[in-house]
């Protein structure tokens, strides 16, 4: 039995739509399916309009008998709750319903997500339907699993309107009480805009200069849990009538918007959508790193890859397919890094609509086409690596990921405004991955003491509880490497007393004296040979002892990355971007630590290759070095077509 849900082994499968279709078109999509393994279809994603078609009137008799179609091919139905996609009459009727953007643009019915989150005409509908579907079809054989609303926040995260800024003073007033309390966090002393009452306080609408940075960042948090707030309210529902189906909303990879760590807490597994680019040599990279994530979002635990493209998407500028090989060597890789199954958008691809050069499992070419054959291919190699599921991918080195770190971090006004999460995460991410080091993420106030070493590649806001954390477990042995512009703000966005890096600055034994950022396209080269782009800082050491210094530029001589030995461990401290020599000062954090708990400590691939043999002690007799060794090299082999073809294949035949 799968970890996930009750369908056994890696579950396979995709969206199926079949709204877009006539009845008899459904025989062959169910016969088709059963055909390709297709073990898990995702219905009901865009129904609302169909199953209600206006606000008394409901339509399931087509739903029944899609369900008992499928049910009676063996595939197992993952149920969507159908709330992404308002229908007009509920827009027409209740214009409210509608955002509003910063500018006070209403947007427009005729996409998709057109609802504000604070909405209650919205909820009341959303949660009205969640209800009759889950009432109807809580003991029906085919479902196994909840699909609840769709990406939240794919594309609105926010709204301005009148009831969200209800809304959002109500979170506020719950944060900090009096209004006292915000004016202090939100430093109103500056420019006047000290608050005598809460009713004074509106959303961070387009404004003639800067807006309060606190506002924003308390802006952010609120944006992502008001749409927590919806999700919790369905899952509320699902709960009540279906205790023990499974529930679980399709994640977006590492998304800005929304606090992935406080949403994974209300998933019984993680789900995500991942749409790595064929034309991005380095897909696989971005690929590797989102898929970490999602294993981590909930300690290890197997998720789900619930969304994925068969070859090329439709939303890009320009849309290249996956060459032959490419979609079985991406869905091994995510296997690899803890899938316990793979899904696609969607089953059948489109005529109409916004989506209709979407790849799909079955191409509009139909069973003659090249992506037809592969989809029966793949569906075939996945049962056989059956016994995958349910085993778990380990790490010993950690990176820290804070939304609230992240979204401080690329506020405006600030030294650069070059300074953006992803870019400044990417070098420490791919230098590891191709070291073969397998990586866990994990939020800044977890105990870090299970890895051999913690990462930072930034930190900007940094809780004083949270950098206590970090200082007794490098006290305690522990490595820490900690990347630019890290511990400069408190939870508030107020700059830490005495300046960077605030409550490290006795664990990194110095003190930034100023940040000095590197002009666009200007480079300072460091006595190592290594270059900096974007970003550099004075520093002055108190106990570090220097490893690298800055050998061109404003801060030629002074020193640029440093060791500070605390207890029986180490913290080092990049003050500068590296974005093609960080893995360099891996390696040498790796070299200062001996074999002790320093990064990659037992040589290089021996993370990821005891956390491969650990999923190939899953696999029962001489078949599982061969699995391990397919599924754990998939994501460094090239992404060449002709290549990948070449990753050994298991044994058809265990
Ligand atoms: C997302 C959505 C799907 C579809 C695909 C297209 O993942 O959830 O409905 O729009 O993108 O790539």
Known sequence: ???????????????YNPEQWPEEVWQEDAALMREAGVSLATVGVFSWARLQPGPDAWDFGWFDRLLDLLHAHGIAVDLATATASPPAWLVRAHPDVLPVTADGVRLEFGSRQHYCPSSPVYRNAALTLTRKLAERYGDHPALALWHVHNEYGDHVTECFCPRSADHFRAWLRDRYGTVDGLNHAWGTGFWSQRYGTYDEIEPPRTAPGPVNPTQLLDWRRFCSDALLGLHRAERAVLAEITPDVPATTNFMSMFKPLDYWKWAAHEDFVSDDAYPDPADPEAHVTASLNYDLMRSLKQGTPWLLMEQAPSAVSWRPVNVPKKPGLQRLWSLQAVARGADGVLYFQWRASRAGAEKYHSALLPHGGTASRGWRETVRFGAELARLAEVA?????????????????????????????????????PWYAALHARGVTIDFVPPHADPTRYRAVLAPNLHLLRTADAARLTSYVRDGGHLVCGPFSGVVDEHDHIHDGGAPGPLADLLGLRVDEFWPVPDGDRVRLASGAEATLWTEWIEPTTAAVHDSYATGPLAGQPAVTRNQAGEGAAWYLSCHLPDAVGDVLDRAHRAAGRGRGPDAGGPGAAQDAAYAQKSR???GGVGPAIAYCVSRTDTAPVDGVRCAAVPLPPTQP
């Open 390 to 426: 349910g085993s778990r991918v380990t790490a010993d080195v950690a990176i820290v990921l804070d939304w609230d770190a992240w979204w401080a971090l690329e506020a405006d006004d600030h030294p650069s405004a070059r300074m953006r999460w992803p870019e400044l995460l990417r």
């Open 1 to 15: 039995m799968s970890r996930l849900t009750r369908v056994e082994g890696l579950l396979y499968g995709g969206d």
């Open 618 to 620: 899953m696999i029962r």
